[in-house]
């Protein structure tokens, strides 16, 4: 079984910024992708950004330039940087890991979720 733990939520205000990570526990053999996603009041949850070994990261396009992910391997942790945050940004934010089983087989596992909010 694994654990996702998250950490970094807050309250900023617009322009501000926010760190959030994730780590992994349990039985990791690997972990083929790192993702965010954060819901809304009222909306879906949406994908906001992953990072996959070897495959070049993705971002939606309303946070291209402000966010950036990223991975550390060797601690099981996936990271969330948002810089010049915007009161649409507001939001619970996911975790999602696609991790590797020692089988071969990929299993998804989520966070307990985050809240974000950006307001002045």
């Known amino acids: 079984q694994v654990q996702l733990v998250e950490s970094g939520g807050g309250l900023v205000q617009p322009g501000g910024s926010l760190r959030l990570s994730c780590a992994a526990s349990?039985?990791?053999?690997?972990?083929?992708?790192m993702g965010w996603y954060r819901q809304a009041p009222g909306k879906q949850r949406e994908l906001v950004a992953s990072?996959?070994?070897?495959?070049?990261?993705y971002y939606t396009s309303s946070v291209k330039g402000r966010f950036t992910i990223s991975r550390d391997n060797a601690k099981n942790t996936a990271y969330l940087q948002m810089n010049s945050l915007k009161p649409e940004d507001t939001a619970v934010y996911y975790c999602?890991?696609?991790?590797?089983?020692?089988?071969?087989?990929?299993?998804?596992?989520w966070g307990q979720g985050t809240q974000v909010t950006v307001s002045s």
């Open positions: 990072i996959t070994n070897g495959v070049p990261t």
């Open positions: 999602k890991m696609v991790v590797t089983s020692r089988w071969g087989k990929n299993n998804d596992y």
């Open positions: 349990g039985t990791i053999f690997s972990i083929y992708v």
